[in-house]
């Protein structure tokens, strides 16, 4: 069972705090003191990055999560073709699926990114960069996944006229990004 994502990228402010020193972040009328007694959390408050070995587990977490998303997309349109009136419902969902598909990947890859670029211990670096890699490959490989191109290709034509102007663009620059990335060659292409 994969951890829930709602504890794995808790960025709370309470507990993205460093370790020795004080630091006024804006919007907080007092400086964050944390002192030897403070508990240990993790980078950005994630509980699985107190080690460099975290990065593992954030990559497993973030790659079951995804799994598990794109398999409710892919089967969802399958399981619910049948029943238009179910299918309709199924395709305004869609569009949140992809958005969470994206922000899953995305949180990981920008907190992932962070560390490796600015992090002072080489252990932290190197795991950040080897999950930074993973996240790289996942993108571009869901990004040639036929069945998720066609999902939200589907579900624009149907259902356009129901989102919103932010939603609606969303869309279509998803779509792009998927033709971008060649999910509309042949296999000998």
């Given at each position: 069972m994969?951890l829930p994502?709602?504890?794995?990228?808790?960025?709370?402010s309470?507990?993205a705090?460093p370790?020795h020193?004080?630091?006024r972040?804006s919007g907080?009328?007092?400086?964050?003191v944390?002192?030897?007694?403070?508990?240990?959390v993790g980078?950005?408050g994630?509980?699985?990055?107190?080690?460099?070995k975290g990065?593992?587990l954030l990559t497993?977490?973030?790659?079951?999560?995804?799994?598990?998303?794109?398999?409710e997309?892919?089967?969802g349109?399958?399981e619910?073709?049948a029943d238009?009136?179910?299918f309709?419902?199924?395709?305004?969902?869609?569009?949140?699926?992809i958005?969470?598909l994206s922000n899953?990947?995305?949180?990981a890859?920008?907190?992932?990114?962070?560390v490796?670029?600015m992090?002072?211990?080489?252990?932290?670096?190197?795991?950040?960069?080897?999950?930074?890699?993973?996240?790289?490959?996942?993108?571009?490989?869901?990004?040639?996944?036929?069945?998720?191109?066609?999902?939200?290709?589907?579900?624009?034509?149907?259902?356009?006229a129901?989102?919103?102007p932010?939603?609606?663009r969303?869309?279509k620059?998803?779509l792009q990004?998927?033709?971008?990335?060649?999910?509309?060659?042949?296999?000998s292409?």
């Open positions: 994969p994502l709602k504890n794995i990228f808790s960025l709370t309470k507990l705090k370790r020193a004080s630091f972040f907080f009328k007092a400086p964050f944390l002192t030897k007694e403070s508990p240990v980078l950005f994630n509980f699985l990055l107190q080690t460099p990065f593992e497993q977490a973030v790659n079951a999560r995804s799994g598990e998303l794109v398999r997309i892919v089967d349109i399958e619910r073709a238009p009136k179910v309709i419902l199924f395709l305004i969902f869609l569009f949140l699926l958005d969470d899953e990947i995305c949180t890859a920008d907190l992932t990114d962070c490796r670029c992090h002072t211990f080489p252990q932290f670096t190197e795991a950040a960069e080897k999950s930074m890699r993973f996240f790289t490959c996942l993108v571009e490989t869901l990004n040639t996944t036929p069945e998720l191109y066609f999902a939200l290709k589907r579900s624009l034509e149907t259902e356009s129901r989102l919103d932010v939603s609606l969303t869309a620059m998803l990004d998927f033709e971008l990335s060649g999910v509309l060659l042949s296999d292409e």
